[in-house]
Nanobody
Framework: QVQLVESGGGLVQAGGSLRLSCDASGRTFRSYTVAWFRQVPGKERQFVAGFKRYNSNAFYSDSVKGRFTVSRDNAKNTLILQMNSLRPEDTAVYYC???????????????????WGQGTQVTVSS
């Protein structure tokens, strides 16, 4: 099991940028598939971006591709989400998630992840 703590959310105008961090503690970070999800009220959590375990290739949802960049620092046990060109529709609670067992085809599914942070609110005003 790994413990996750997100930080960096806030209020920003459309077109602006925010940087989210997810600090992990527990077992070896690089052995986990890690991802960012986001959720708006009344809807399921939506996959945003992430890395498969032991793999440096990032995966992105189509809605954020080209605007968001995900990175991981295995030495610091940190997952970063750099969000640029933010839009009002990016407003959500953003969650960091991790799993030691998820396979590539499951990366977009919230049910595949066993460990979650508490979430951080991102609000983009128009």
């Amino acid at each position: 099991q790994v413990q996750l703590v997100e930080s960096g959310g806030g209020l920003v105008q459309a077109g602006g940028s925010l940087r989210l961090s997810c600090d992990a503690s527990g077992r070896t970070f690089r052995s986990y598939t890690v991802a960012w999800f986001r959720q708006v009220p009344g809807k399921e959590r939506q996959f945003v971006a992430g890395f498969k375990r032991y793999n440096s290739n990032a995966f992105y949802s189509d809605s954020v591709k080209g605007r968001f960049t995900v990175s991981r620092d295995n030495a610091k046990n940190t997952l970063i989400l750099q969000m640029n060109s933010l839009r009002p529709e990016d407003t959500a609670v953003y969650y960091c998630a991790a799993s030691a067992t998820v396979i590539t085809s499951q990366m977009g599914s919230q049910s595949a992840y066993s460990d979650w942070g508490q979430g951080t609110q991102v609000t983009v005003s128009s």
